[in-house]
């Protein structure tokens, strides 16, 4: 990286004026963490600042015994003369981009981000800089989303539907953010809603940092079957083929990813419907972000790296690839069980 503030080193970006790393991998001292997801909140730092939701989903994830420093959005930590601070990113709960200021140099790290309003995470917020790193998990024009009022209106018929139908729902996504995010979408008159346990354990923990969430029962063997019939259920994208679902019989599954704007994808899944809910930028959403920083340098993290930078380029930007082990979103994996 030619920025003034930013390394990229064996263990991921570095700040050598600061002495810290952001969402590295491998033994380091201090990490800045943008949010709880598995492929950038991983163990081995002895220190974690991160967004004060991220503390207890960090601990569940990674072992109670870390080191962690919880901060609020706006909150400046100044360390070695750089000022530290996290603003919301819009991605999942707690989830923040890093931004770096050292002698007038602005460097922002922005983790994952999307920036429709989730009306649940703090909703993103564009930051001036001179380097911008972002990823490009959908940074194909394909990819392009509706908007959530109205993926939320096409869920809550499809569980309308299948109620009358007397089948239940059984909805997975990632069960740290997009989970809750569905949850709060759906409309409670339709019919009660339960959680795997996955789902549920995490629910807990944001309930428990005063987030909002509709009443929800986890899934147990005492449940008569005859209760999960018009009901809704929320699991990770593990439980899908999985054994666990035949206690839902007869059920119908979705699967809610920004993998589901392909026609084709939810093919070889055996899913009945998709929804293409994505908690990370589509390509307009993307473009946007990258040119309301104002960045000089852009560097490319994760996703369709090496078309985004090409494109970037085409339009005059300063756009690198930054070969991270940053995954993106998955199919069929729940990014908690990934557990790297
Ligand atoms: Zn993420
Ligand atoms: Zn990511």
Not at 90 to 118: C, F, M, N, T, W
Not at 152 to 176: E, H, P, Q, R, T
Request: hydrophobic fraction near 35%; include cysteine; glycine fraction near 10%.
């Amino acid at each position: 990286m030619n920025s003034k503030l930013l390394k990229y080193t064996k263990q991921g970006i570095y700040c050598p004026q600061a002495d810290i790393y952001i969402d590295p991998w491998g033994n380091v001292d201090k990490a800045v963490i943008t949010h709880g997801h598995s492929d950038h909140a991983r163990r081995g730092a002895k220190k974690y600042l991160t967004h004060r939701i991220t503390v207890p989903i960090i601990k569940h994830r990674l072992g109670s015994d870390i080191n962690t420093k919880p901060v609020e959005y706006g909150e400046v930590i100044s360390v070695n003369g750089v000022r530290i601070s996290l603003v919301p990113a819009g991605h999942i709960p707690g989830s923040a981009q890093v931004r770096l200021e050292h002698k007038g140099e602005v460097a922002v790290v922005s983790g994952d981000y999307k920036i429709e309003d989730d009306g649940f995470s703090a909703a993103f917020e564009p930051v001036k800089c001179n380097t911008f790193v972002t990823e490009s998990t959908f940074g194909l024009p394909i990819y392009k989303w509706k908007p959530q009022k109205e993926i939320a209106a096409d869920i809550n018929s499809w569980w309308k539907a299948n109620k009358k139908k007397g089948f239940a729902s059984v909805l997975c996504g990632y069960s740290l953010g997009k989970a809750q995010r569905i949850i709060k979408m759906l409309d409670t008159r339709i019919g009660s809603i339960y959680t795997h346990g996955a789902v549920h354990s995490v629910n807990e923990l944001l309930v428990k940092e005063g987030m909002i969430l509709p009443e929800t029962r986890l899934v147990t063997k005492e449940i008569a079957k005859s209760d999960f019939v018009g009901a809704m259920i929320i699991a990770p994208p593990s439980a899908m083929g999985s054994t666990w679902l035949n206690k839902f019989e007869p059920y119908s599954l979705g699967y809610a990813s920004g993998w589901m704007n392909v026609r084709g994808a939810r093919r070889w899944q055996a899913i009945d419907i998709g929804f293409a809910l994505s908690d990370h930028a589509d390509w307009p959403g993307l473009n946007d972000a990258i040119k309301n920083t104002g960045a000089e340098s852009v560097y490319v993290t994760h996703g369709f790296t090496s078309v985004f930078v090409r494109w970037l380029k085409e339009q005059g930007i300063d756009a690198h690839e930054l070969h991270t082990q940053f995954k993106g979103e998955q199919v069929g994996t729940d990014d908690g069980e990934a557990g790297n």
